[in-house]
């Protein structure tokens, strides 16, 4: 069982709370510029902490179907739960032919609207955004995608508690 959500990144960064001095307000130096975002789509299976990851111009359809192939493959030979919310795109009538021919590879379920409290991978979204977007400047979108990479390529849930709350999710 996997679980999948989309979140973005931008050349601009996300502004979150900070200390400052006291009377001085924090400041992230910025040139005004054209915003240019780019779509990420993951998914954390919480039984290994294993996250996959990938970016594409937009999130739609076409996007989707392709992580879709990406995470079916990563899983080689074994059927594939993946659970997910409900953006429109997840429920697109070209999906429906595909998953019918792949259904011993993957199937779909939906969590309730408005619940990403129910979804792991929001814990790795939010770690991601205060490590590498949170009052941080950069100067263009590959700056960013690289700070991405390299996060995901040292990113591990690798501690017992993290995989613990992980799973704790699943079984509520």
Not at 152 to 164: C, H, L, P, S, T
């Amino acid at each position: 069982m996997v679980f999948q959500d989309e979140a973005s990144l931008s050349n601009t960064a996300t502004v979150s709370y900070s200390w400052a001095e006291k009377g001085k307000q924090p400041r992230i130096n910025q040139k005004q510029r054209k915003r240019e975002r780019k779509t990420l789509f993951g998914c954390i299976e919480p039984e290994t902490g294993i996250v996959i990851t990938d970016k594409a111009d937009k999130g739609n359809t076409a996007s989707f179907f392709s992580f879709l192939l990406l995470v079916v493959k990563k899983y080689h030979d074994r059927k594939v739960v993946m659970v997910l919310d409900n953006v429109p795109y997840h429920h697109a009538k070209r999906l429906k032919p595909v998953l019918e021919r792949y259904k011993h590879r993957i199937e779909l379920a939906y969590l309730p609207p408005y619940s990403p409290d129910l979804n792991p991978i929001e814990r790795v979204w939010w770690y991601m955004r205060k490590k590498i977007t949170h009052n941080r400047y950069v100067q263009n979108l590959q700056d960013r995608i690289n700070n991405f990479d390299t996060f995901m390529n040292d990113f591990r849930v690798e501690n017992e508690i993290g995989k613990a709350l992980a799973k704790l999710i699943v079984n509520i």
